[in-house]
């Protein structure tokens, strides 16, 4: 069984940081792309970043771009968001998703979501 | 970027009903659509990939269907367990900046 667990979400000040992290089970994780995709309280859902099965392709959201880091490690069936310079706007349940399909391209598996809020 | 729009935002519906649900992108991106379930207080589910095909899973009364810019999801006919909020998602762009539409929220009439 695919199983996709998120962690480390929690109260950061602005212009603080975080790290998500997301583990992996029931399949080769090695094999596909991973994303992260956030969704603001109330609110619709926001593709964040993508990252290649073997790190070579990485992408974000101009939201995010530059404050945001996505790595992964293949040998701890792991994905990672490092997120830097928090501001209010990026407080949100982030979920990790895995790019399913031949090529990559449907979210067919989703963790539970993490919650990261960003207040004083 | 490629902008997506659902229409409508809301509607109710009563068990039994068939639903029809729309969105548009704001340029081609052929088939390159999902469709997605989501209730409240959890994960977004794959309902229909590559526009018109159904997950492994998903019951046959949802389908899929489109191509281009217009796409359509259908419910044959409304399950308590369908009301829910369903977002449509391009996988078209390269690379993916991939975006959602704003989701349609289906509520009991």
């Known amino acids: 069984e695919v199983q996709l667990v998120e962690s480390g979400g929690g109260l950061v000040k602005p212009g603080g940081s975080l790290r998500l992290s997301c583990a992996a089970s029931?399949?080769?994780?090695?094999?596909?792309?991973m994303n992260w995709v956030r969704q603001a309280p109330g609110k619709g859902l926001e593709w964040v970043s993508s990252?290649?099965?073997?790190?070579?392709?990485?992408y974000y959201a101009d939201s995010v771009k530059g404050r945001f880091t996505i790595s992964r490690d293949n040998a701890k069936n792991s994905l990672y968001l490092q997120m830097n310079s928090l501001r209010a706007e990026d407080t949100a349940v982030y979920y990790c998703?895995?790019?399913?399909?031949?090529?990559?391209?449907?979210?067919?598996?989703w963790g539970q979501g993490t919650l990261v809020t960003v207040s004083s | 970027d490629i902008q997506m729009t659902q229409s409508p935002s809301s509607l109710s519906a009563s068990v039994g009903d068939r639903v029809t649900i729309t969105c548009r992108a704001s340029?081609?991106?052929?088939?390159?659509l999902n469709w997605y379930q989501q209730k409240p207080g959890k994960a977004p589910k794959l309902l229909i990939y590559a526009a018109s095909s159904l997950q492994s899973g998903v019951p046959s009364r949802f389908s899929g269907s489109g191509s281009g810019t217009d796409f359509t999801l259908t419910i044959s006919s409304l399950q308590p367990e369908d009301f829910a909020t369903y977002y449509c998602?391009?996988?078209?762009?390269?690379?993916?900046?991939?975006?959602f539409g704003p989701g349609t929220k289906v509520d009991i009439k």
């Open positions: 340029q081609s991106i052929s088939s390159y």
């Open positions: 990252i290649s099965s073997s790190s070579s392709y990485i």
């Open positions: 998602q391009q996988s078209y762009s390269t690379p993916p900046l991939w975006t």
């Open positions: 998703a895995r790019g399913g399909g031949e090529q990559r391209k449907k979210l067919d598996y």
């Open positions: 029931g399949f080769t994780f090695s094999s596909y792309s």
